[in-house]
């Protein structure tokens, strides 16, 4: 009976909210926050993924088909980091808005120059991705970029309400600026210093700050950690004056946290997205949250004999 | 399945493969994207291959065993592109190697459109039936070597044709989609494309969604209507038995799969099961026996051929990613007929009372995601006798990404 009820209320054409006029569907949590930043309460948006989820291995639920079915905008990373999934989404939903190359299908990747564009492509080498390394939003110049590209997207999707995510766009990037001076400011001792990563998710945080990627935990990227592999990584962590071991909330802690146990250097969660870690509830915390438990790696690799 | 000269193959998988080779890094979209799927077995079966069959039910061609000791599966070579900014397309080939030689399968070549207004989406060409819930998936997506007992004595297999199909997508919270298809007819469970090349028509209708961030369900109903016209069918003495007639299919799908906080990558569980019921009517001949001139114990009477089959079974299913990289899983099948007819004294195992059930156990491993081993055991009632069935497998996948349904 419940299920019934339950069935019918579904079933019941959803409205959108009271005034928001544009549904967006993004990816991943980052660019959910992002268009709500840009939208404000004129857009409604859901997620497809969580935190605690893996972007690249999404299955294709059939509550994300009805979700993609409604949207106005579907907002995705792109760079093939979603192609397990979303090409089944967006051919299964029946929503001729949302194809690529519509106005309603934005990549992020697109705004912004992937790293580590690799010269030949051999799954040999892992799960790499031809466009290049597809983690794009650890960079806060890059959340930048993006804005820019969804609000002149937003614009012309919506044109009622343009002036209102024109202005939103404006008091964004003023902010973001503000920020992006004090972050680099509070990162200064952090450069040249050298950390591991779990997956290759933090290039643009590394490139960002000028911080050395001194290994990964996978072998090879999108391969599980082996024990052979943690064991000649100790020997690099040692050599290389490694300051943390850095992983996603997604990632298993165990292989980090042996080699942590092995090595002394501590192992560290940073938020990869909005809403990975506690303190890491907007865009803006999630890159004062990253900044604040590099530093407190870094302090307390200081105090290490 | 259609089959084609495997020299013209060879030479367009040649030119798709090229043209993968000359997009380069820069991935130049407009080629379509091309993987190809390698399968291998070694099998082990204490009653011979050769021999199986399913009490109750006139089987496929398709619905063997594969053969004793080491042999290649069925290698499938997919190519898939947006044709324009309104139509997808694709074609998945299915190369099989078999000691009379190669055999070319167009398993599936279709066209989709992508544009269509108010959630509407259709669908041309040779593609698998969206009934139940394994039938549209390709074998590589399979969780056990093989499919469900249902599948191979009802279905052939899996049930794909050319045809087309209307689908509609509600604009709900829920995912609720309903569909009709229309098949020409030439495949089992029809045969002879009757009424004029449309001889199959089905209608499906799917709900699905999310019950908290770990876990998503989708349920199903079906109903298919084949007409047959000679249908053929291997029996048990070696003879060809054809049935002349209709049938209609009931069938009633779920999923339900969790993964812990969501993550499939680490720990995941899949339960699934379907339910599939059969009504045949019609007339089954043994086309190797002169009636005219062979007396038959009573109570067959020639030429009184007309046969009636009440025909149901189901699987259950549940498979456990308990690391990451390794699964463990349990299936069981479990079928039953009721045939009447004053012909079937002749045609073994239509006039078999035996209800054919099936235990499996099946442990796997993938490297990555594009590579996967498997161990898989099997005790096999589907024939009076007990079959133990041991198949070691691998199934790898090169190139482009494949993006699979829930």
Known sequence: ?305 | MKRISFCGLAVAVQTLASAALAQGVSGNTFNPALSVILDGKYAHFSQDPAQYGVAGFLLSEEAGLPPQGLSLGESEVVASANVDDRFYGQITLALEASDAGTEIGVEEAFVQTTALPAGFILKFGRFFSDIGYLNSKHAHSWDFVDQPLVYKAMLGGQFGDDGAQARWVAPAELLVEVGAEAFRGAQFPAAGATHGGVGVWSAFAHVGGDSGAASSWRAGVAYLHADAAGRESIIANGDVATFTGGAKYWLADFVWKWAERGNPKTRHLIVQGEYLRRRETGEVVDVNVDYATTTFPPPFVAPEFSYRGEQSGFYLQSVYQFMPRWRLGVRFDRLSADNRGPSLGVITPLNEKHDPSRMTAMLDFANSEFSRLRLQWTQDKSQPRSDTQIIVQYLMSVGAHGAHQF
């Open chain 1, 1 to 305: 009976m419940k299920f019934v009820v339950s069935l019918l209320l579904a079933l019941h054409i959803a409205a959108p909210a009271a005034h928001a006029s544009l549904r967006v569907f993004a990816c991943e949590p980052e660019w959910a926050a992002l268009a709500k930043e840009i939208g404000g309460d004129r857009v409604e948006t859901v997620s497809a993924t969580t935190p605690d989820q893996d972007a690249h291995y999404i299955q294709a639920r059939p509550s994300l088909i009805a979700q993609v079915r409604r949207a106005d905008l579907v907002f995705c990373t792109g760079a093939d980091l979603e192609v397990g999934w979303l090409p089944v989404l967006l051919r299964q939903a029946g929503n001729g808005k949302v194809q690529p190359g519509q106005l309603g299908f934005l990549d992020a990747s697109s705004a912004v120059k992937l790293l580590e564009a690799p010269t030949s492509v051999d799954r040999a080498q892992g799960d790499v991705h031809p466009f290049g390394n597809p983690h794009i939003q650890t960079d806060p110049r890059n959340i930048a970029l993006v804005a820019a590209a969804l609000a002149e997207r937003l614009q012309k999707l919506d044109p009622i309400n343009a002036n209102s995510y024109a202005q939103r766009a404006v008091e964004f990037k003023a902010r973001w600026s503000q920020a992006l001076a004090r972050w680099t400011e509070q990162t200064k001792p952090l450069k040249g210093v050298s950390i591991v990563t779990h997956h290759r998710s933090f290039i643009y945080l590394e490139n960002w700050l000028g911080v050395e990627d001194a290994g990964n935990l996978e072998p090879k990227p999108g391969i599980e950690p082996t024990a052979g592999h943690l064991a000649e990584l100790t020997e690099q962590v040692r050599a290389k004056k490694v300051q943390a071991i850095v992983r996603s909330s997604y990632h298993d802690a165990r292989a980090s946290e042996w080699l942590a146990g092995r090595t002394g250097v501590q192992a560290i969660v940073l938020p990869h997205t909005v809403g990975s870690v506690p303190e890491a509830d907007t865009l803006e915390h999630m890159f004062d949250a990253i900044i604040a438990r590099l530093l407190a790696a870094q302090a307390q690799a200081r105090g290490r004999p």
